[in-house]
C-alpha cells in the first residue's frame, strides 16, 4: 500500500511515522486510520526494525483528534465501523513487541491522545496541548481514550478531563503522569532520537518481555501477574541477551546486545 497521508521512513532500525496532514492539524481521518493500519501490520511483520518513533508534521500539532468533518451526518452503524477500525489499529500499535514513542510536537487532543497513551512512552514540546475535549462535541473518547487515560492517571484525574474537556499544557500531563519527558519545541526531534537510539541498543528480546508483563499485567489477578513475570524473567534466559549483559557487568564493561 502507497501512503499519503503518514510519511514513513526507516533509519538506524528506528522507523518514524508522521501524520501528514498539516492543515488539519493532522486530524485522522479514514484513510489516515487506513494507512496506519497498514503501516502498523507491516512493521509487526519485520525483524529489523527495533524501535518506531510517531510524530506529526509542521510545528503545530501531533493530532488534532479525528477529523470532525467525518462525524457529519454519519449513523450510529458507520461511526461504529470507523472507530472500531481505530481502536484495532491502537490495540495493534500498543501490542508491537518493540517500544513506541509518541513525539508530541503539538496539539494532541481526542484521537490524538489516545493514540499517544497507545504508545510505550511520551515525549512533549513544552508547547504541546494536550486533552479529551470529545465532551465539548456532546461525546465520549471512542478509541479507548476512557480506559487508557484512567489507567495512566488514575480514574479521578481521567473524569477531570473527561467531564470537562479542559486541556492542559506539556508540564501539567507530566505532573499527571501523562507524559514522560518535556523538551523545548528546538530539541523535541533530537530527544526524541536519543531515547529511541538509546533503546534501539537495548536488548530487544527483555523489552519485548517487559512491555509483555507491563500490558498484560492489569488484565489479570495480582499473583497471576506476578507468576507471568515469573515466567517472563526465566523465559529471558533463553536468550543470548543476558549471557552478554552478566558478562558486561562482571568484566566491568559496556554490553553490546545482539
Ligand atoms: C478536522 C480540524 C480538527 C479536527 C483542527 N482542524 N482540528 N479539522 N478535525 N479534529 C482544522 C480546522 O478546522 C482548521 O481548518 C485548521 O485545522 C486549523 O485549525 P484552527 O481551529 O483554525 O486552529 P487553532 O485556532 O489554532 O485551534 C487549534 C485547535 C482547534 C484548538 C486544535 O482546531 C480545535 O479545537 N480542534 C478540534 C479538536 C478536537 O475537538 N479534537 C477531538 C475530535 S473528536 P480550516 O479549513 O478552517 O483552516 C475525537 C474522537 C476520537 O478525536 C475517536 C473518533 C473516531
Request: aromatic letters at 6%; charged letters at 25%; hydrophobic letters at 40%.
Amino acid at each position: 500500500m502507497s501512503y499519503s497521508n503518514i510519511i514513513v521512513t526507516t533509519e538506524n532500525r528506528i522507523t518514524t511515522i508522521k501524520i501528514n496532514r498539516e492543515k488539519s492539524l493532522n486530524a485522522l481521518n479514514e484513510k489516515t486510520i487506513d494507512e496506519l493500519y497498514d503501516c502498523i501490520e507491516s512493521i509487526s511483520k519485520s525483524e529489523d526494525i527495533k524501535v518506531v518513533v510517531i510524530t506529526g508534521v509542521g510545528n503545530k500539532s501531533f493530532i488534532a483528534g479525528a477529523d470532525i468533518t467525518m462525524f457529519e451526518g454519519k449513523s450510529p452503524a458507520s461511526i461504529r465501523t470507523i472507530i472500531l477500525k481505530l481502536q484495532d489499529t491502537l490495540n495493534k500499535l500498543e501490542d508491537l513487541t518493540i517500544p513506541v514513542i509518541a513525539s508530541i510536537n503539538g496539539f494532541c487532543l481526542g484521537g490524538g491522545l489516545e493514540l499517544a497513551m497507545a504508545c510505550d512512552l511520551r515525549i512533549a514540546s513544552e508547547k504541546a496541548i494536550v486533552g479529551q475535549p470529545e465532551i465539548k462535541l456532546g461525546l465520549i473518547p471512542g478509541a479507548g481514550g476512557t480506559q487508557r487515560l484512567t489507567r495512566l492517571v488514575g480514574a479521578g484525574r481521567a473524569k477531570e478531563m473527561i467531564f470537562f474537556g479542559n486541556n492542559v499544557d506539556a508540564e501539567s500531563a507530566k505532573s499527571y503522569g501523562l507524559i514522560n519527558w518535556v523538551a523545548s519545541p528546538e530539541e523535541l526531534e533530537e530527544e526524541t532520537l536519543k531515547i529511541a537510539s538509546r533503546l534501539a541498543k537495548g536488548p530487544s528480546f527483555a523489552l519485548n518481555m517487559a512491555k509483555e508483563a507491563i500490558n498484560r499485567g492489569p488484565e489479570i489477578s495480582l499473583l497471576d501477574a506476578i507468576r507471568m513475570e515469573a515466567e517472563l524473567f526465566a523465559l529471558c534466559f533463553s536468550h543470548e541477551d543476558v549471557k552478554e549483559g552478566v558478562d558486561a557487568f562482571l568484566n566491568k564493561r559496556k554490553p553490546n546486545f545482539s
